[in-house]
């Protein structure tokens, strides 16, 4: 899917979950890691941010495993 993403995200986008700002970078076709808010009720960017990762997109993760899902550890 993604490739190794200390490599291919040099410069990207890194940003919470909601789904006004998602479609906003995917338009402008920048690399995008989307950090979900696991603080929320019901909460909507776990389900967006999975479904357009399964389909190789973005990269989603929590603010705890932002630096491994980076590479940078």
């Known amino acids: 899917m993604l490739i190794r993403v200390a490599d291919s995200f040099k410069h ?3 940003l919470h979950g ?8 995917l338009r402008a076709r920048k690399p995008l890691v989307v950090v ?3 603080a929320l009720m019901g909460n909507h ?3 967006l941010a999975g479904a ?3 389909r190789g997109h973005l ?3 929590t603010p705890s ?6 590479g940078a550890d």
């Open 65 to 70: 495993g932002l630096v491994a899902a980076l």
């Open 36 to 38: 979900i808010n696991t």
């Open 18 to 25: 909601g789904a006004g700002t998602i479609m906003e970078v």
């Open 12 to 14: 990207f986008f890194a």
């Open 52 to 54: 357009l990762e399964e």
């Open 59 to 61: 990269l989603s993760t």
């Open 45 to 47: 960017q776990v389900e």
